[in-house]
């Protein structure tokens, strides 16, 4: 049992749904990132995505990529990402930490020693985006056998025929991308999302968390209730990126997750 599985095993016996935000990791610098990374949980904030940085990030639409951008022209690197991990754990033993990224970073240094390194700072589980699950003795299944969670993508156009394929070695949580296309794109809709969850529903045991498109309470209460949960990112990323301070950035995000905690 990881983090990740014993949030979501609380949040069932208490009947709600679960609240995920993303942040990246160094954005606008260390201690501003820092700062709101540790007021995540007091905001209602069950999972924490960290973004780890790097300079080609496929998924992601601009406000993803320039917060990318930032953290790298602030010297954010694999190692200060890890620190920034530690740091947080020095005083949040509990919230799971899912770090978010690409595969470059990770082969650059060494699956191994990265899986160990990773373990140690107090990271839960991966979410590498440029992996597919034909790859999985490249990381995925390492991850596993390492403790960590390795929570994989599932889209609109992942089929009946992709999806065993998809939830084979995934564990934590499915990752639900509503919309075709890139971080921030467009606005999830609750009545296409939830015959989606719907139908992998049928196919695994584990939770299925719905990102992208989801930028309001609203929103995030109506995708949560057909779903075990949301995600917020690019909404939470942009308030960053217009430079609003810590506190007024976990504002933002305690209203996203009271709706989410509503549903």
Do not use: W
């Not at 602030?74 to 200060?80: E, F, I, L, S």
């Not at 296409?192 to 969850?197: F, K, L, R």
């Amino acid at each position: 049992m990881t983090r990740i599985d014993d949030t979501f095993a609380r949040l069932k016996r208490d009947g709600k749904k679960a609240f995920v935000s993303y942040i990246m990791a160094g954005d606008p610098n260390i201690a501003t990132a820092l700062a709101v990374m540790k007021g995540l949980p007091a905001a209602g904030v069950d999972i924490i995505e960290l973004g780890l940085p790097f300079t080609d990030p496929m998924a992601d639409g601009p406000t993803i990529q320039l917060a990318g951008q930032r953290a790298l022209e602030g010297g954010m690197t694999v190692d200060a990402t890890l620190q920034m991990v530690r740091d947080f754990r020095a005083g949040d033993k509990t919230t799971p930490i899912v770090l978010m990224g690409y595969y470059n970073p990770i082969y650059s240094r060494g699956v191994d020693l990265f899986l160990s390194q990773a373990k140690d700072a107090g990271i839960d589980g991966l979410i590498v985006v440029d992996l597919p699950p034909e790859e999985d003795s490249e990381l995925c299944i390492p991850a596993q056998a390492a403790g960590l969670n390795f929570i994989r993508l599932a889209t609109p156009t992942t089929d009946a025929k992709r999806l065993p394929k998809v939830l084979e070695n995934t564990s934590g949580f499915v990752y639900y991308v509503s919309v075709t296309g890139i971080t921030g794109a467009a606005a999830a809709q609750a009545t296409d999302v939830g015959p989606e969850v719907a139908r992998i529903k049928r196919s695994t045991d584990l939770p299925v968390i719905v990102g992208f498109g989801i930028n309001t309470p609203e929103a995030s209460r109506a995708i949560a209730s057909v779903a075990d949960g949301c995600v917020v990112g690019s909404a939470i990323v942009k308030e960053i990126g217009l430079g609003k301070s810590a506190e007024q950035v976990l504002a933002f995000v305690a209203s996203l997750a009271a709706g989410a905690h509503s549903a």
